[in-house]
């Protein structure tokens, strides 16, 4: 299985927590909803403006509620 790593930053710019995500999948686009076990980020913007460095996920975090929503 193949191991793709993003940079994860919020919307002011600073990194969001994990600041990392290796994940098997390829292709993260906007409202995507990326699950961290009780929490989950959702992605805002996807930007892969610089060739040496990973693509950066631009995340917001989803309320709980709103997490919990989803999963019914």
């Known amino acids: 299985m193949g191991s793709f790593v993003y940079r994860l ?3 002011d710019g600073t990194p969001a927590d994990p600041p ?10 906007r409202g995507d909803t990326i699950p961290l076990g009780e929490r989950a980020l959702r992605v805002a913007a996807v930007r892969d403006d ?6 950066t996920l631009v ?12 999963a019914a």
């Open 9 to 11: 930053e919020l919307e």
């Open 20 to 29: 990392t995500l290796r994940t098997a999948v390829p292709t993260w686009r």
């Open 50 to 55: 610089d060739a040496d460095q990973p693509p």
């Open 59 to 70: 995340v917001e975090a989803l309320s709980e509620a709103a997490t919990s929503d989803e």
